[in-house]
Every structure is written in structure tokens, then in C-alpha cells.
């Protein structure tokens, strides 16, 4: 997945301000976290794997970097930018990739915490789509190093096992490929993970 992300290091450490959730249980790169509600952005992609992570990236970062309707101009840090018709909002991590069905993949980046559903621009592309993501559990495992349909798909199945045995947590849902990095950052710096949607079990 082609990550720009601003206001990283050369090594492609981030500082980008990220989801909020609590981690509930933890056994080495798995983790159950609980994640406060937040605000994504989101555009559905048909085709393969590659074109998804290509075209999806590009939409939603159109978005962010000033394809959005504003009637104010806002500072922002890192740069400082003003504009009157449009808002540059800020990157944040990470940028997620799920499976819709065989055919689309959905693609979403996380909206800074400083943003309600009614102070967020408006996107001005059709394609991309505002949501509230309700508060949530969601299973873990984080992985360094380079990623791909293959691995991804090896992960997930790392985490699904790893779910047996926690029946208290059951996983829905389509698995979800998170990424962290700018593309140029060295594989062991790189943090990736794959996520999955879980319920508590009575």
C-alpha cells in the first residue's frame, strides 16, 4: 500500500495522530483493544488487490490535501496552510484496506479526533464516503517488514487461530490490512498489522 505521510523522519517513524483504544488483553504482536468512536473517510474500489491500493489512496488523499468544501480558512501545523475554498486536513494513521466481497476492496483513513460529522469539509468526489465508526472491539497482530495479498492472507489466518483460543472474543467480518509507513521506510521500522472486528461472547 503507497502510504504519504507527512512530518515523517527518514527513517519513517510517524508521528501521526492515530485511532484511540484501549488494550484489553495482550499476548506479544496480538493484541483485543477497545477503540473509542471515531470519524473515517472511506471509497470503495472494484478490482484487484493492487488497483485497490492505488486508486483507493489516491481518492481519499485528494480528499484530505484540499478536495473538500469549506467556508473558512484554518492554520494548520506542518505546514501551515490557508486556503478559503478548500481544507487541507491533516494525515493521519493508519490507512486501512478491507475486502468488501470478491470483487471490491474498501479503503479508509481516520479523521483527526479534532473533527465532528458536522465541522468535517464535505468531500466534493462522490466517490468518497463520511462515516461514524462506532465504538468497537477489534483483535490485532502486528507484523513488520514488507506486506502483500499473500502475507496479509497468512496473517489473518495467524489471528483467527489465535482467536480460538479466546472464545470470550469472536471475530466478524471481513479481515482488515492496516499500514502505518511511508513507502520508503526500512522493513524492520515498518509497522503493519492485520485487524479484525470481534464481539464478546456471553
Known sequence: MTLLITGCSLFGAGSEEEPRYEVVLKEGEKEIRKYESYIVAKTTIQGSFKEAQSQG?????????????????????????????????????????????????TMSFSMPSSFTLDTLPKPTDSRVVIEQVEARYVAALTFSGFWGEEKNAEKARALEEWLKNHPKYRS????????????????????NEMLMDVQIVD
Not at 466478524?172 to 509497522?191: C, D, E, I, Q, V
Open 57 to 105: 489512496f489516491k481518492i481519499l488523499a485528494g480528499f484530505i490535501f484540499g478536495k473538500n468544501t469549506s467556508q473558512k480558512k484554518i492554520a494548520m501545523t506542518a505546514p501551515v496552510v490557508q486556503k478559503a475554498e478548500s481544507e487541507k486536513i491533516a494525515m493521519t494513521a493508519p490507512v486501512v484496506l478491507k475486502l468488501s466481497d470478491n470483487q471490491s476492496w
Open 172 to 191: 466478524f467480518g471481513a479481515a482488515m490490512f492496516a499500514g502505518y509507513n511511508p513507502p520508503w521506510t526500512l522493513p524492520f521500522l515498518r509497522r
